[in-house]
């Protein structure tokens, strides 16, 4: 069997983007000639992922990992397991990072052992942590990380009108302090506040807004790197789709909205306007893995709406905001020089 061409490492493998960004890989040819590294909550379980995995061609070679982002400490071993392989030359070097985990929490308010905020680490925080870890084993000259982002990072953008998530004046800037601990300790937007869904919107909304700093801040100080500056970040919004993401939501979301009538208009909807807000699983598989494999400058440190690209809100270009979140997910995750080859990571 020849060797594969690289890696594609994907988080949130179990889920509906990530099993259709598998199906997606296992169908190209080019792509299945990857080695995949699919990450999921439980590697004994990930009934979704093992099914898509069947139609899987014989020449494609993969591992199924556990990884729990929310746990730091969880996040530092994986790494390093993956960062053995590759400097051993057990699996070639990472081609494509996608950052595709997810977790909006819409009912109950959680906490990691650490009391960061959930919904600030698994979206944000521990995926921070796992690509500067794992910075040393991405492909030197193409490697390319995706994060997959959402509209939620952007108070003014139309669809929040509908629920008024953003509507008050103490939402519609993030970042009003000097440091990020309200944010990532979750007292910033608590259920205290207001109802469960909208307080919890706000809470994904901010960790995908970090999530987009850092594709900013990261190809800032990679394109200052002579070892580094071969990798590139690209940020993705990939539409509301009907998967799981929304099952901690109201019994409305989360049975009948996202499972049906999502899923029912999305074909259409698709159809008609192919990056409108409501699109197919499949359709937004493509553009992340396009998002993933396309060579040149032309998406570095950029935003994509699906298939086209789009202007970066203000508050995520503000570089002494982004200084300051890069600055605090530093000192969260006690990241060490030890930790990454990026020469500028405090
Ligand atoms: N669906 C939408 O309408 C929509 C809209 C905009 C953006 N997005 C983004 O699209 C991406 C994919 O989400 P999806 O729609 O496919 O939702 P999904 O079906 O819920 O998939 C998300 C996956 O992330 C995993 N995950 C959550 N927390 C994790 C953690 N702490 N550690 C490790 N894995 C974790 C989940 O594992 P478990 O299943 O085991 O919890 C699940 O497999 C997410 O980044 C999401 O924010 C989705």
């Known amino acids: ?94 081609r494509a990072l996608i950052l595709n985990a997810g977790y909006n929490d819409l009912g109950h308010e959680s906490f990691t052992e650490e009391g960061f905020e959930t919904s600030f680490v698994a979206n944000y925080l521990g995926h921070w942590l796992l690509t500067l870890k794992l910075l040393q084993s991405m492909d030197a000259e193409n490697g390319r990380v995706v994060v997959v982002s959402s509209n939620s990072y952007d108070v003014n953008h139309p669809v929040h009108n509908i629920d ?93 909205l996202f499972p049906m009538i999502v899923p029912l208009l999305a074909p259409l909807l698709t159809w008609l306007n192919p990056n409108g807000d409501v699109r197919t699983v499949s359709k937004s598989s493509n553009d992340v893995v396009e998002a993933a494999f396309e060579t040149g400058p032309r998406l570095r440190g950029k935003y994509l709406n699906g298939s086209e690209l789009q202007e970066i809100v203000p508050e995520a270009l503000d570089a002494k905001k982004r200084a300051m979140v890069w600055r605090d997910s530093v000192k969260y995750t006690n990241l060490t020089e030890q930790d990454t080859p990026l020469i500028n990571w405090k």
């Open 1 to 94: 069997m020849a060797s594969p061409r690289g890696t594609i490492f994907l988080t949130g493998a179990n889920g509906g983007l990530g099993c259709g960004i598998v199906s997606k890989i296992i169908s190209t040819p080019e792509l299945a000639g990857h080695h995949g590294i699919y990450a999921v909550r439980n590697a004994s379980s990930a009934a979704a992922l093992k099914s898509t995995l069947r139609k899987a061609p014989t020449s494609h070679t993969y591992d199924i990992i556990s990884l729990e982002l929310y746990k730091l400490a969880n996040v530092r071993e994986v790494v390093d397991a993956i960062n053995s392989r590759v400097a051993k030359g057990k699996v070639p070097p990472i």
């Open 164 to 256: 008024g998530y953003y509507k008050e004046e103490k939402w519609k800037v993030f970042f009003r302090e000097d440091n990020i601990d309200a944010i990532a300790k979750g007292t910033w937007s608590s259920n205290k506040d207001d109802l469960p869904r909208k307080a919890g919107t706000r809470r994904y909304g901010v960790a995908k807004m970090c999530a987009v700093m850092m594709v900013l801040e990261l190809q800032r100080r990679l394109d200052a790197d002579p070892a580094l500056k071969g990798i590139s970040l690209v940020t993705i919004d990939p539409g509301s789709m009907g998967t799981g993401l929304t099952r901690r939501g109201s019994w409305f979301i989360r049975t009948i």
